[in-house]
């Protein structure tokens, strides 16, 4: 193989790894939103477990009020199971994104020091040609004279 092409290959190597980057980019971005939305149903959660204390407590509690309440509050608990499970699934997509955005990090470095390795190579031959040119030359030279 060449250097000219291993720079191809490299090439190559560098568009998928952008592309990986702008995958995992995404992938976090989903995440952070999806975060989001799980900290607002626990704060919605939060807000309506103070409510339900605030109403028990008091002097005179509803139990129309309790029981809508309480409902809503399994209505939440059962979105924020839902939301923490959608987490849990983009945190996985998001290790498996890193992890081959991680290899193919690998992959490109592998290639620069085999491409670096192949031109040195190819450097050595190229002087050692030139040597036995410049040999050959002078022998010639030595023979005319």
Same mark, same amino acid.
């Given at each position: ?12 190597? #560098?568009?998928?790894?952008? %592309? ?6 995404? $992938? ?7 975060? #989001?939305?799980?900290?607002? =149903?626990?704060? /919605?959660?939060?807000?309506?477990? $103070?409510?339900?204390?605030?109403? %028990? ?5 509803? $139990? #129309?009020? =309790? ?24 945190? !996985?997509?998001?290790?498996? /994104?890193? #992890? ?13 020091? =085999? ?29 005319? !004279?």
């Amino acid at each position: 193989m060449t250097s000219k092409k291993i720079s191809r290959i490299l090439q190559w190597k #560098g568009v998928v790894k952008e %592309q990986m980057s702008i995958e995992m980019r995404k $992938a976090r971005e989903k995440l952070q939103a999806e975060m #989001g939305k799980l900290d607002g =149903l626990n704060a /919605k959660l939060a807000e309506n477990m $103070a409510i339900m204390d605030g109403i %028990q407590s008091g002097p005179s509690p509803d $139990a #129309g009020k =309790l029981e809508l309440l309480s409902n809503y509050i399994i209505y939440l608990d059962k979105g924020i199971k839902e939301q923490e499970r959608k987490v849990s699934e983009i945190m !996985k997509e998001v290790d498996a /994104k890193q #992890g081959a955005l991680r290899n193919a990090y690998r992959e490109e470095r592998v290639f620069e020091t =085999l491409r670096n390795r192949i031109a040195g190579e190819e450097l050595r031959e190229k002087e050692c040609l030139e040597q036995k040119e410049m040999d050959f030359n002078t022998v010639v030279r030595r023979v005319n !004279k």
